[in-house]
């Protein structure tokens, strides 16, 4: 990750993905995660368990409440 992001907070894992330049095949693999987990973080779906979203939403600096969508109940 480009050093210019380490302090940056995120909105989005979307957002973090567009500042960093990355596409879903290098999320997938800068998470360790299958592409299809990536793209589905980046639509903003929501998770079964936390263990994942929480060290995503450390890797990406990304709020854990906004890996899901607004309108996810």
Do not use: H, T, W
Request: charged share 35%.
């Amino acid at each position: 990750m480009p050093k210019a992001l380490d302090d940056k907070k995120f909105d989005s894992v979307a957002d973090f993905m567009n500042s960093a330049g990355m596409s879903d095949a290098d999320l997938a693999e800068y998470l360790d995660i299958d592409r299809s987990e990536a793209v589905r973080l980046r639509q903003g779906r929501k998770f079964r368990s936390l263990i994942k979203p929480l060290r995503i939403a450390k890797k990406c600096k990304v709020p854990i409440e906004r890996l899901a969508p607004p309108n996810a109940a």
